[in-house]
């Protein structure tokens, strides 16, 4: 299984970003995909994930501004970002996971926010 994100970027505080993810090789109907980041010198956190059947969860602190959604046919996860903070800085990895199974990650994309 390999994934590939795209968007990140740099953008003022209050601006949007749109990251995406696509995943391919042996991909299994029952899954989960999310968005982590970490950013300088902090650890790697969830910011949202979402099931094959659509149900997504968020971190307290994107929850409102964040939204996770998914293209199962072309096994594409994205995740909308609005009224970016400086707090949001770091990388984005997306992963992929499936029950009993092992998890994949992207390379990352960096997403810097400024004041």
């Known amino acids: 299984v390999q994934l590939q994100a795209f968007g990140g970027g740099l953008v003022q505080a209050g601006g949007s970003l749109r990251l995406s993810c696509v995943v391919s090789?042996?991909?299994?109907?029952?899954?989960?995909m999310g968005w982590h980041r970490q950013a300088p010198g902090k650890q790697r956190e969830l910011v949202a994930a979402?099931?094959?059947?659509?149900?997504?969860n968020y971190a307290d602190s994107v929850k409102g501004r964040f939204t996770i959604s998914r293209d199962n046919a072309k096994t594409t996860v994205y995740l909308q970002m609005n009224s970016l903070k400086p707090e949001d800085t770091g990388v984005y990895y997306c992963?992929?996971?499936?029950?009993?199974?092992?998890?994949?990650w992207g390379q990352g994309t960096q997403v810097t926010v400024s004041s």
């Open positions: 979402i099931t094959s059947g659509g149900s997504a």
């Open positions: 992963n992929y996971n499936t029950p009993g199974g092992p998890g994949y």
């Open positions: 090789g042996r991909i299994f109907s029952v899954n989960y």
